[in-house]
């Protein structure tokens, strides 16, 4: 495939912009080569600035769950944005979709609406801490919460070694409240929380990550997380940012019948605008500004146009009942094809998949924590990555992505796809 344009394009791009791109991961990175830039989509097919045709994913990492340019999304959209973009005033349609989330989430009375996922994950946290009056959080090595500070910590070794920084730009101060346990584990967060006892506000967690590959919870991890939370007091915080309204109706929450204490969501629920949410029981969620002391606001939160997509697209998973099924159904059928010709030409791998969330490594063992997630081989994953793309397959630019599989995708597509898999794992 020839990328000439795109290629110009970022060569423009990076002059202005740093790296590029507004994102880091969508610099190509992890895999080398330019990124692409894409013109438009439809449905299941990205289209990009040389005239080639992709099979998408990546789905804007999650929110196009049901293909892009979604009729539903598209109309209320524009419907709404000739009526005027965002007044900083109350408007109905907010109450609307939020009925509608709170009918469709577990255990939660109220939700608050803001701009992204990491938004919604930097005020759970902040809520938590409120709401109990302590400091410290317990996050998961490998687990995404967005990019505030409190998330960007590495592990110290050791159970009573504070989180070191690992981005400049966050402070000891904030790092040392962060303490950090590995995905999958419960003797390392009881752990943790018997030596930091009555300091912990918060867990939070992916219930199902996908920031490091998708990793199924084993063991019942999040069983005895919340075991664990409730003898200490301490808020479990489902960040949902991924897998609520993909994984269920109800998110994770619903598909292993486990209640969080405060649950955040993004992607899917903006229908690809920038909309993010946390939500919990009204004792918490009363807490917050202006019922209660915790401070959060957002000049352009729950404004018209992003609340018209999300609802349109909330209504249309609320409806279809079938749909979180014939999703499963798709990702299987994927995975079971890729399964089978990665066998058939020797390729090492293992394949994690929950839902519509997959993701391929190409290591034997059990891919369970970021630990093994990080054995897999990168040189793989390059080749792996630039095969598919060269046959018109793009999958995340990335070894710790999810796919995240979309209903537009059809079983002729993921026929094409489990053929390009097959044609590249020939050479590698
Ligand atoms: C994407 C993601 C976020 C961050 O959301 P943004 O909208 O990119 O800020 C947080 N948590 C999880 C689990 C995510 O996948």
Redesign the pocket.
């Known amino acids: 495939m020839i990328y000439k344009r795109s290629s110009a394009l970022f060569a423009e791009a990076e002059k202005v912009i740093p790296g590029g791109v507004n994102s880091p991961v969508r610099a190509f990175k992890g895999v080398g080569g330019t990124p692409i830039f894409v013109k438009e989509a439809k449905g299941a097919y990205l289209y990009d600035e040389d005239g080639n045709r992709l099979i998408d994913y990546i789905n804007s990492?999650?929110p196009m769950i049901l293909g892009h340019a979604f009729q539903p999304v598209v109309d209320a959209v524009v419907e709404k944005a000739k009526k005027g973009t965002s007044f900083g005033m109350p408007t109905e349609i907010e109450t609307e979709i939020a009925q509608l989330a709170v009918s469709m989430v577990p255990n939660i009375d109220k939700i608050r609406f803001v701009n992204?996922?990491?938004?919604a994950?930097m005020s759970a946290v902040r809520l938590a801490r409120g709401y109990t009056g302590k400091d410290k959080i317990i996050k998961f090595a490998g687990?995404?919460?967005?990019?505030s500070d409190s998330f960007l910590i590495q592990a110290g070794s050791g159970l009573s070694t504070f989180g070191t920084p690992n981005s400049p730009g966050v402070t000891q101060g904030t790092a040392k409240d962060t303490l950090l346990a590995n995905y999958n584990d419960i003797d390392n967060v009881k752990a943790l929380m018997e030596a930091n006892k009555n300091e912990i506000a918060c867990v939070i967690v992916?219930p199902v990550p996908?920031?490091m590959g998708c990793i199924p919870p084993i063991n019942n991890f999040l069983e005895n997380l919340r075991i664990l939370c409730d003898e200490h007091h301490i808020l479990l915080i489902f960040?949902e940012?991924?897998s609520g309204f993909r994984l269920a109706k109800g998110g994770a929450q619903e598909l292993y019948g486990v209640n969080a204490d405060i649950a955040?969501f993004?992607?899917v629920i903006g229908g690809g605008l920038p909309v993010?949410a946390f939500a919990a029981r009204a004792e918490i969620m009363n807490h917050l500004a202006p019922l209660g002391p915790v401070y959060q606001a957002g000049t352009l939160s729950g404004n018209p146009l992003a609340m018209a997509a999300g609802l349109a697209m909330l209504k249309t998973l609320n409806e279809d009942a079938e749909i979180f099924e014939r999703l499963e159904a798709k990702t299987k059928y994927l995975h079971e094809g890729i399964a089978r010709v990665l066998t058939e030409n020797k390729v090492t791998h293992t394949i994690n998949r929950v839902g519509s969330m997959i993701s391929v490594h190409f290591d034997e063992a059990a891919v369970v924590d970021f630990e093994t997630a990080a054995k897999g081989n990168n040189e793989s994953f390059k080749k792996f990555f630039h095969g598919l793309l060269n046959e018109g397959v793009y999958i995340a630019p990335s070894a710790f992505e999810t796919w995240f599989i979309t209903d537009a995708l059809s079983y002729e597509d993921l026929d094409f796809t489990i053929e390009a898999v097959n044609k590249v794992s020939k050479s590698m």
């Open positions: 990492w999650g992204s996922g990491t938004e994950c687990c995404y919460h967005g990019h992916e996908g920031n960040d940012v991924m955040c993004g992607k993010g």
